[in-house]
């Protein structure tokens, strides 16, 4: 039996899935799984049950009881995570003996950034952006679509639907993104109507792709929405006003579609992601029984 004293646990819970990995001390995985969905906000339960999913097969992977698990420290970066209450109390209803649970952004960036200074870009489903000097991380955004996520997948989706009304009621011009929506809602402002009550944040982020075609190919609302996007990560990196030798690492499905359209001063900056937020996760176990 391996002593649980000598591992660490990470995981990485959202909206498309929970993974987890086991490492030594030193840093080498020995061991991944991955279960369900993990997002607390919209279900709380099932995040659980993806947790203990996880960790069971986590066992299984290195063939060791799941009680040698429970007793190493984790680390745990999940969505929904939004208050320091519900970071406790969703770890207290978790079985490992110690274990420490944040939002995602935080083993994001720890992911991302490693031992270096520099910014983070997460931009996906949703949108936020975080600084890292020493052991300080400021962030901006994460508000949620309702509030914000400007330049993400569900931001575009939903602008260009916005569009969508506005070209069919005649107050705007049709285009190639919008001749490419009437194509997927068959020119049925019912079907769009239907769509719009109960679309998720991830339902509206499955036209990203669409916005990024049309703005390649020249269309004009398109390449404003892209640009707009743009804009608002421009602005969040000259608020954190960066050093010479700071880093910027974009991540996320839309990472690179936005890397060359930054200010070329942020370009110049660009460096590629050290590790994954499961990577971050793993660091912070790390961090976390080094403590003891």
Not at 110 to 126: E, M, S
Not at 222 to 239: H, I, K, P
Not at 249 to 257: A, K, M, N, Q, R
Request: proline fraction near 3%; include cysteine.
């Amino acid at each position: 039996m391996v002593d649980a004293a000598k591992l660490v646990i990470g995981m990485d819970g959202g909206g498309s899935g929970c993974r987890a990995a086991v490492s030594t001390l030193d840093g080498t995985v020995i061991g991944r799984s991955e279960s369900g969905a993990a997002n607390f906000t919209s279900d709380p339960e099932g995040t659980l049950a993806s947790i203990l999913r996880a960790v069971t097969e986590l066992a299984e992977s290195i063939d060791q009881p799941i009680d040698t698990l429970l007793a190493a420290p984790a680390h745990l970066g999940l969505a929904g995570i939004i208050t320091p209450d519900d970071a406790s109390s969703f770890a207290q209803r978790l079985p490992f003996k110690s274990c420490r649970v944040s939002d995602d952004q935080l083993t994001s960036v720890i992911g991302a950034l490693g031992d270096r200074d520099g910014a983070l870009i997460g931009v996906g489903t949703g949108s936020f952006i975080a600084m890292k000097r020493g052991d300080r991380i400021d962030a901006i955004g994460g508000w949620g679509l309702e509030l914000g996520d400007q330049g993400s997948g569900a931001w575009l989706g939903k602008q260009a639907l916005q569009r969508f009304a506005l070209v069919a009621d005649g107050l705007a011009d049709p285009s190639l993104l919008i001749a490419t929506l009437m194509q997927r809602f068959k020119k049925d402002a019912g079907e769009l109507i239907r769509f719009a009550r109960a679309a998720r944040p991830s339902d509206y982020a499955q036209f990203a792709p669409v916005v990024f075609d049309a703005a390649k190919h020249g269309d004009t609302y398109a390449t404003r929405l892209v640009s707009e996007g743009a804009s608002y990560f421009d602005q969040c990196l000259n608020s954190f006003d960066l050093k010479k030798d700071d880093v910027v690492c974009l991540v996320g499905g839309l990472s690179e579609s936005y890397a060359l359209r930054l200010n070329s001063a942020f370009q110049e900056k660009l460096s590629e992601p050290a590790g994954s937020a499961l990577d971050g996760a793993l660091r912070l176990a790390r961090k976390l029984a080094s403590k003891g």
